[in-house]
C-alpha cells in the first residue's frame, strides 16, 4: 500500500439495467444482434476518515461473448453475467477495509472459485469484479477531487506485486504508473460485422436507416475519415476470402495508408487452420494491400484449443493476440510462452488487469529479447456515456493509440435515455460529443476521437447516469 492509497469500505452496490435497441444488426462469429441490454452500477463506499460518496460503472450484458457454448440461451448467458455480479457485490460488501487494488486482488481467486462452483466460465467471473472495481475507483476520485489519470498516477489505487500475480514480483508499480502519460486524442478503428453494407448496392432502399448517418462502409470512410478497421471473419476459409476482397475493394480506393487488424472471433477449430486463413490472404492478389496493412489477427482459434498449443508459426508470419482467452489474471503469461505477442484491452474484463498486463509487455520488452509485446483496444459495443468514457480513458492511459469503436455505429447514441442525460454528456464532454441529426451522439472526425475532456473529475465522466428510467436488475437463482 502507497501513503495515497485510501482504505475504505463498500457500503452499497445497486446494479441496474435497461434495454436497447440496435440501429443496425450486428454480427460477429456465430452471433447476432438487434439489441440487447446494458447494466448500469452504482456504488458507495466509505473511506476511514468518515467520507461517503458513489461512483458508477456501465457495461453491456453481452452474455454470448462471454460464454460462447450454443446449448446456453441469451437469456441464461445474460443471466450468468447477473450472477457474477451479485456474487462479487456480497463478496465486496462483506469484506473488511481494503484499498482499491485490494479489493480487486485480495478476493480474485475467491470470487472466481466460487463462480466456478456454479459453473461460470473465468470470463464470466471477470464481469462483475470488472463494473465494481470501476465505482470504487470513480467514487474515491470523486471523493478526493482528482481524475482518473490523477488517481493512477499517484497510484491511488494502491497497485503493488500480489500473489495473483507471482510473475511481476519486484515490479515498481508506482514507477510505471507514473510514467504513464495519456493523450488528448486517439484514433478510432471502424468494425465491420459479418453482415454490414458494404456499399450502396448492399443495401435495398427499404432497408436503409435514413437517420442521417452512415451505413455502408464507403460512407463510414467518406463521412467520419476514418483509416483504422476491425474485420470480422467467420471461420468459412473460402467465405472469409470473398468476404475480405469485397471489403478490400472499398478500402484500397483510399489515397492515404489505412491500417487493419482481422477477428477471427474463435470461428477457426486450431491453429493450424486460422494460418491457412492468413496464407489464403496473402496468396489472393485482391488482397495484396489489406494483408499488407494489417496490423494484427485477434483471437482466430477456440478458446477450447488457443492455449493448448504453440502458435509460433502463424506468429512468424504476422503478430497474434488473445481477446476471449483472456479469461485469467495469467492467460497472457501463457499466450506468451505458446507464442502470442499480445492481449486485448477490454474495460469488461477488468481494468486492473489491462493494466497489469501492460505492465508485463512494459516488462518483458525490457528483457531485450527482441520481440515486442503489445495490448490493443477493442469494443463490446460500449455505449455512449459511463461505458464508453471509462474505456476510452482506460486505453488512452495506458497508451494505445487507436481503439476499436463500434457503438457508436451499431446504437442510436445515448439511444432510448432521458435527453438530459445526453445533454448532460454533451455540455460537459463537448469534444467527444456533438448534436448531430437531432441526437448527441459520438464525434469523430478526421477518424480521430477527442478526449482531452475525460482529464476530470472521477473515471473519465463528470456527469452521472439518470437513474429515474433504470430497472433493479434481476438476481437469477
Given at each position: 500500500m502507497t501513503s495515497q492509497s485510501p482504505l475504505l469500505?463498500?457500503?452499497?452496490?445497486?446494479?441496474?439495467?435497461?434495454?436497447?435497441?440496435?440501429?443496425?444488426?450486428?454480427?460477429?462469429?456465430?452471433?447476432?444482434?438487434?439489441?440487447?441490454?446494458?447494466?448500469v452500477v452504482r456504488l458507495r463506499v466509505r473511506l476511514a476518515d468518515g467520507r461517503e460518496g458513489w461512483g458508477y460503472s456501465s457495461e453491456s450484458i453481452g452474455g454470448k461473448w462471454f460464454d460462447k457454448r450454443p446449448e446456453?440461451?441469451?437469456?441464461?448467458?445474460?443471466?450468468?453475467?447477473?450472477?457474477?455480479?451479485?456474487?462479487?457485490?456480497?463478496?465486496?460488501?462483506?469484506?473488511?477495509?481494503?484499498?482499491?487494488?485490494?479489493?480487486f486482488a485480495d478476493h480474485y481467486a475467491e470470487h472466481v472459485a466460487a463462480c466456478g462452483a456454479k459453473g461460470l466460465l473465468p470470463l464470466v467471473a471477470s464481469y462483475g469484479p470488472a463494473l465494481l472495481d470501476r465505482a470504487i475507483l470513480d467514487a474515491v476520485c470523486r471523493l478526493q477531487?482528482?481524475?482518473?489519470?490523477?488517481?493512477?498516477?499517484?497510484?491511488?489505487?494502491?497497485?503493488?506485486?500480489?500473489?495473483?500475480?507471482?510473475?511481476?514480483?519486484?515490479?515498481?508499480?508506482?514507477?510505471?504508473?507514473?510514467?504513464?502519460?495519456?493523450?488528448?486524442?486517439?484514433?478510432?478503428?471502424?468494425?465491420?460485422?459479418?453482415?454490414?453494407?458494404?456499399?450502396?448496392a448492399d443495401q435495398k432502399p427499404e432497408d436503409r436507416v435514413n437517420d442521417g448517418l452512415p451505413e455502408t462502409l464507403e460512407e463510414?470512410?467518406?463521412?467520419?475519415?476514418?483509416?483504422?478497421?476491425?474485420?470480422?471473419?467467420g471461420g468459412?476459409?473460402?467465405?472469409?476470402?470473398?468476404?475480405l476482397s469485397k471489403i478490400a475493394s472499398v478500402l484500397d480506393r483510399m489515397a492515404e495508408p489505412y491500417f487493419a487488424t482481422i477477428d477471427g472471433n474463435e470461428q477457426y477449430a486450431t491453429a493450424e487452420a486460422a494460418l491457412e486463413l492468413w496464407h489464403a490472404i496473402e496468396a489472393t492478389p485482391a488482397l495484396k494491400r489489406l494483408a499488407q496493412s494489417t496490423l494484427f489477427v485477434e483471437q482466430p482459434i477456440a478458446r477450447q484449443m488457443a492455449l493448448s498449443t504453440s502458435v509460433e508459426p502463424f506468429t512468424k508470419a504476422k503478430p497474434l493476440i488473445i481477446d476471449e482467452s483472456d479469461g485469467e489474471i495469467d492467460s497472457f503469461p501463457r499466450a506468451r510462452a505458446l507464442g502470442y505477442?499480445?492481449?486485448?484491452?477490454?474495460?469488461?474484463?477488468?481494468?486492473?488487469?489491462s493494466i497489469i498486463n501492460r505492465?508485463?509487455?512494459?516488462k518483458w520488452n525490457a528483457e531485450g529479447t527482441g520481440r515486442r509485446y503489445f495490448m490493443s483496444?477493442?469494443?463490446?459495443?460500449?455505449?455512449?456515456?459511463?461505458?464508453?468514457?471509462?474505456d476510452l480513458a482506460l486505453v488512452n492511459y495506458i497508451g494505445l493509440t487507436h481503439v476499436e469503436r463500434n457503438g457508436h455505429h451499431f446504437v442510436d447514441g445515448f439511444c432510448e435515455r432521458p435527453a438530459s442525460e445526453a445533454d448532460a454528456f454533451l455540455k460537459a464532454h463537448p469534444d467527444l460529443y456533438h448534436r448531430h441529426h437531432g441526437k448527441v451522439r459520438l464525434r469523430i472526425e478526421q477518424g480521430m476521437l477527442q478526449i482531452g475532456s475525460l482529464d476530470c473529475i472521477g473515471f473519465g465522466h463528470a456527469p452521472v447516469p439518470d437513474f429515474t428510467q433504470l430497472t433493479a436488475m434481476p438476481v437469477p437463482a
Open positions: 469500505t463498500v457500503l452499497a452496490v445497486e446494479p441496474f439495467e435497461r434495454a436497447y435497441n440496435n440501429r443496425m444488426t450486428f454480427r460477429f462469429g456465430n452471433i447476432t444482434s438487434t439489441g440487447g441490454r446494458q447494466s446456453l440461451s441469451d437469456q441464461q448467458a445474460a443471466d450468468q453475467l447477473r450472477r457474477s455480479l451479485a456474487m462479487a457485490g456480497d463478496l465486496y460488501m462483506a469484506s473488511k477495509p481494503r484499498t482499491p487494488f485490494g479489493f477531487g482528482v481524475s482518473f489519470y490523477a488517481a493512477m498516477q499517484a497510484n491511488l489505487p494502491g497497485m503493488q506485486p500480489h500473489a495473483i500475480i507471482p510473475d511481476m514480483a519486484g515490479f515498481d508499480f508506482g514507477k510505471f504508473l507514473a510514467g504513464l502519460k495519456p493523450a488528448a486524442s486517439m484514433a478510432a478503428r471502424h468494425t465491420v460485422g459479418m453482415v454490414d453494407p458494404l456499399v450502396a463510414v470512410a467518406a463521412t467520419y475519415g476514418q483509416r483504422y478497421f476491425k474485420l470480422k471473419v468459412d476459409l473460402k467465405a472469409d476470402i470473398e468476404r505477442d499480445g492481449v486485448s484491452s477490454k474495460a469488461c474484463k477488468g481494468f486492473y488487469k505492465a508485463r509487455c512494459e483496444a477493442e469494443d463490446l459495443t460500449v455505449h455512449a456515456g459511463v461505458s464508453l468514457q471509462q
